[in-house]
């Protein structure tokens, strides 16, 4: 029972240990206490993020009521000129930059174009292509 717990708490440590802490401040976004990225989410259906000099490098948007099903997001990598659709994985904005770090897409408040492309073979679900 002992070694059971020390295993289920070493798991949770673990975890834990790769958790990366994102805050949305005004059009801030930091990562661990640093300033990374700039957001513009007026518009709750177009979140557009941006480096710390303003040039944007990602698009999110929420589409809903469409042809393709009652709701849907669409990332665009603008850099990469690659898109990637998804109905039944929820990208929230805080969702996607979690997904973007743990996969070593965004590195150092950068995206590493190679990852990218992986990226969207990953997790492109080809909703319009339906």
């Not at 661990?32 to 941006?50: A, E, H, I, W």
């Not at 009521?65 to 904005?93: C, D, E, R, V």
Request: aromatic share 12%; with cysteine; charged share 25%.
């Amino acid at each position: 029972m002992k070694n059971l717990f020390l295993l289920a708490f070493g798991l949770l440590l673990s975890q834990t240990a790769f958790c990366q802490d994102i805050v949305f401040k005004k059009d801030i976004v930091s990562v661990d206490g640093k300033d990374c990225l700039k957001v513009n989410d007026r518009d709750p259906n177009n979140v557009s993020f941006m480096d710390l000099e303003g040039n944007e490098i990602f698009f999110l948007k929420f589409i809903h009521n469409s042809k393709y099903g009652p709701l849907y997001t669409k990332t665009t990598f603008l850099n990469q000129k690659l898109t990637m659709t998804a109905m039944s994985y929820g990208f929230t904005k805080k969702l996607l930059l979690k997904k973007l770090l743990m996969d070593g897409t965004l590195t150092n408040c950068a995206l590493v174009p190679a990852r990218v492309e992986n990226f969207v073979l990953k997790y492109d679900e080809k909703v319009e292509d339906k």
